[in-house]
T-cell receptor, first 116, second 110 residues
Framework: EAQVTQNPRYLITVTGKKLTVTCSQN?????MSWYRQDPGLGLRQIYY???????DKGDVPEGYKVSRKEKRNFPLILESPSPNQTSLYFC???????????????FGPGTRLTVT | EDKVVQSPLSLVVHEGDTVTLNCSYE??????LLWYKQEKKAPTFLFML????IEKKSGRLSSILDKKELFSILNITATQTGDSAVYLC??????????FGTGTKLQVIP
């Protein structure tokens, strides 16, 4: 089954304790992206990756890091989480080639993070 | 600055009603506009629109894009309670960035 998986699905942590949220896709997609979703603000892009070893900042990258060492995985790293990073996080992937359906993003199930 | 505005922010309708959701955008290097439906989980894809004036249809849902006036509409006819969700529009620009609107929350009551 084609899917994007994220782990963990729920996480409560304390300020300053480094954490990683994993994301993996089995569709051989080149493009992967991380979003956070907050009430009233919608989905905002954190980082994206066009392919292995190619990453770039989205609209709200501060406080986050990513890496893309393998095509299928795109972990999100919070080196020193703060309460304002409490949010619902989504990973997504899609093909990079232009064409029919090329911009459809497949979303993971989401990770609800609470930083106290 | 790229901007996406969806309206209305929320609406409540009765089953069987027809609704029209609006999305206006200002993005540079526009490529396409996508509509998503989000229930209490991840967004799911509805439509991708790239050309003006060509209506996309899927059952009771349809959507059209006006690239000159920079807006899109999503129509839902004969609404059902299962249509209750937040509907998101997302213009994409370049091949990398996608800007989501804050969504329209639709509630369909029996």
């Amino acid at each position: 089954e084609a899917q994007v998986t994220q782990n963990p699905r729920y996480l409560i942590t304390v300020t300053g304790k480094k954490l990683t949220v994993t994301c993996s896709q089995n569709m051989n997609h080149e493009y992967m992206s991380w979003y956070r979703q907050d009430p009233g603000l919608g989905l905002r892009q954190i980082y994206y990756s066009m392919n292995v070893e190619v990453t770039d900042k989205g609209d709200v990258p501060e406080g986050y890091k990513v890496s893309r060492k393998e095509k299928r995985n795109f972990p999100l790293i919070l080196e020193s989480p703060s309460p304002n990073q409490t949010s619902l996080y989504f990973c997504a992937s899609r093909r990079s080639q232009h064409g029919q359906g090329s911009h459809e993003q497949y979303f993971g199930p989401g990770t609800r993070l609470t930083v106290t | 600055e790229d901007k996406v505005v969806q309206s209305p922010l929320s609406l409540v309708v009765h089953e069987g009603d027809t609704v029209t959701l609006n999305c206006s955008y200002e993005v540079t290097n526009f490529r396409s506009l996508l509509w998503y439906k989000q229930e209490k989980k991840a967004p799911t894809f509805l439509f991708m629109l790239t050309s003006s004036g060509i209506e996309k249809k899927s059952g009771r849902l349809s959507s059209i894009l006006d690239k000159k006036e920079l807006f899109s509409i999503l129509n839902i006819t004969a609404t059902q309670t299962g249509d209750s969700a937040v509907y998101l529009c997302a213009p994409s620009w370049g091949y990398q960035k996608v800007t989501f609107g804050t969504g329209t929350k639709l509630q369909v009551i029996p």
